[in-house]
Each structure stands twice: as structure tokens, then as C-alpha cells.
């Protein structure tokens, strides 16, 4: 790859993949909604040509984009977190949005599209069609996502660009402000709250961010077309490991309640979390092992915390 075009580029993965990408000497078209989003963390990165468009307008992009591009990463999708994953509006909005993205990425030439989706589709198609099963909200959030993921597919396959879909893991790490698990069981411990959680039995799965980015990377360099990856750690454990991993950083002497919280959601085969096909087909290793991952961001959440942050 020598040039792409990354949307949701100033985001918490998308700022990870513009590093990985210029590491590699990739240049980039970083499309931000507008001058008002913060850009400090990719605005210096050599390589970076920022490209301001809002995702209803994104039929103008071509006009801002001179150059060919050969990969178009979509991450940009509004609200990936909290209450708004059950707004359906917006997530149905967010769909269009990618096939938007689909079309665009044809006018500008690109010859692959990778799109970013989330380990919530397995949890919507694992639950919500069973009779009697009752989705919570997330659900909206994981059927847009599905939605996007096969339509775009089927739209790139119709367009003559290779599709690839990237799913997302948990992914944690210095910069995410969302109340994502890793950032939830933290606070809870560094706060002085009981660490009260479910008996963690269950197989899980944490990506520090660079993975996360490298991963998207390895994709959109050698990925299969119409093949869809899980970017993982290779190395997933049953959660309660990892909140152990966790309460032993931030201090040995936390009394872990684990069972105290009822687990009421679907418990996920290990084979959810296989990345041995983005292995493979890409040479992807992780460089990040929790141990190290979450040394560096309890270390920054301490003083996110302190400050009033999160």
C-alpha cells in the first residue's frame, strides 16, 4: 500500500491505525467530520493529509481527494458507545453510511475496502433470533453493524472492489475515554469500589490498540478479498484471568467478588476469539501482551481519573 484513505481517522482506533500506517510509510487521507474535532494526535504524522467531510456529504470526497488511493478503511461510525447504540435511527444511519463509503471508494479507484466491524454481531446472531430471547440495546448497534457488514459486501462485489471486514475485539488501551470493561473494572479499583463481577468463566479477549491497528493494517495489505478477520490477542483466557491480570496491577490486595454480579448474557465458544486465519493470510502477531498493555494504561487511567477525566 502507498496511499489510503482512512475515515474516522481521529478516533481511538482510528488515530492507532494512522501510526501504524505512516510507520509503514503509507500516506494518508485522514477524513475528519469537521474543524471543530480535535486532531493534536495525528495532525504532525508524516504522511497525513487531513480531509474534512461529513459522512452525509461524503459524496463530495472525491472533489477533496486528487490522488488515486488504493485501500479505503471505514471506521467512522457515530455512536459506537453508550445509550446511542440503541438509537436506531443512527444506527441505521451509520449502515448507510458505509455503503456510501462502498460507492465513494469506487469513484476514487480504490481497489479494496475494509470495513470495521465489532464481536457484537456474534453476540446478536448467537441471541436475538431466538423465540423468546429479549435484546437488550446494544442489539440495534449489532444488527447495524451486520447490516453493513453484508450489504457492503455484497455492494463491493457488485462495484468490482474487494471487500475485507475486520472484526474488532475488546480493544483497550492509553486514549479511550469510553466506559469500555477494561476502563469500567479499573475505575471500580482505583476508586475504592468492590470489585464486583461476574464469575468471569466465560473465554474473552483483549487487544491493546496498536494491535488493533496493526492488525487493520495486515488486512488491508494482505488480506483475502471477501474474507471477514477477527484481529485478537492469540492468546484469550477466561475473563476472570484477565481481571486478575488486571486487580494485580493495580493493587494485589483488591478482594475480587467474582459471581457477586449475575452473568446474564451469551457465553461465546473459544473459537469466537481464533485469529489463526489473519495469522495466516497476513503474518499478523501481536506486540502487546496484556500484562505489558494494561501496565501502560492503568498507569494513564490513574492520572485520567486524578484529573477528572473519566
Not at 159 to 167: D, F, I, K, P, S
Request: a neutral charge.
Amino acid at each position: 500500500m502507498k496511499n489510503v484513505v482512512v475515515t474516522g481517522a481521529n478516533g481511538f482506533v482510528g488515530s492507532a491505525l494512522l501510526r501504524e500506517l505512516t510507520d509503514h510509510g503509507v500516506r494518508v487521507y485522514a477524513v475528519v467530520k469537521s474543524r471543530e474535532e480535535p486532531v493534536e494526535s495525528i495532525r504532525e504524522l508524516p504522511g497525513v493529509e487531513l480531509v474534512y467531510c461529513e459522512m452525509d456529504v461524503l459524496n463530495t470526497l472525491p472533489e477533496k481527494i486528487k490522488e488515486k488511493p488504493e485501500v479505503f478503511y471505514h471506521l467512522a461510525w457515530a455512536g459506537s458507545t453508550g445509550s446511542a447504540r440503541g438509537d436506531y435511527t443512527l444506527q441505521f444511519q451509520n449502515a448507510k453510511w458505509t455503503l456510501d463509503a462502498v460507492k465513494i471508494s469506487k469513484e476514487l479507484g480504490c481497489k479494496r475496502f475494509v470495513g470495521a466491524g465489532t464481536l457484537a454481531e456474534f453476540d446478536v446472531n448467537a441471541y436475538s433470533p431466538l423465540n423468546g430471547s429479549t435484546p437488550n440495546a446494544v442489539s440495534c448497534y449489532g444488527v447495524a453493524k451486520i447490516a453493513a457488514h453484508l450489504m457492503s459486501k455484497a455492494e463491493c462485489n457488485a462495484q468490482g472492489v474487494e471487500h475485507l471486514w475486520a472484526y474488532l475485539s475488546n480493544t483497550y488501551g492509553v486514549g479511550n475515554y469510553t466506559s469500555n470493561f477494561i476502563n469500567f473494572a479499573a475505575k471500580r479499583m482505583l476508586t475504592g469500589q468492590p470489585a464486583d463481577f461476574t464469575s468471569g468463566e466465560q473465554p474473552y479477549d483483549f487487544v491493546y490498540v496498536s494491535d488493533i491497528a496493526q492488525g487493520l493494517y495486515c488486512i488491508g495489505e494482505k488480506g483475502r478479498a471477501n474474507y471477514a478477520y477477527y484481529i485478537g490477542s492469540t492468546k484469550p483466557v477466561k475473563l476472570k484471568e484477565f481481571i486478575c491480570t488486571l486487580r494485580d496491577e493495580i493493587d494485589p490486595g483488591i478482594s475480587l467478588n467474582l459471581g457477586a454480579v449475575p452473568f446474564n448474557g451469551i457465553q461465546q465458544p473459544a473459537s469466537v476469539f481464533d485469529c489463526t486465519q489473519l495469522v495466516e493470510d497476513t503474518g499478523y502477531q501481536p506486540r502487546v501482551s496484556f500484562s505489558e498493555g494494561i501496565r501502560i494504561t492503568v498507569k494513564w487511567l490513574r492520572e485520567q481519573i486524578k484529573e477528572g477525566r473519566i
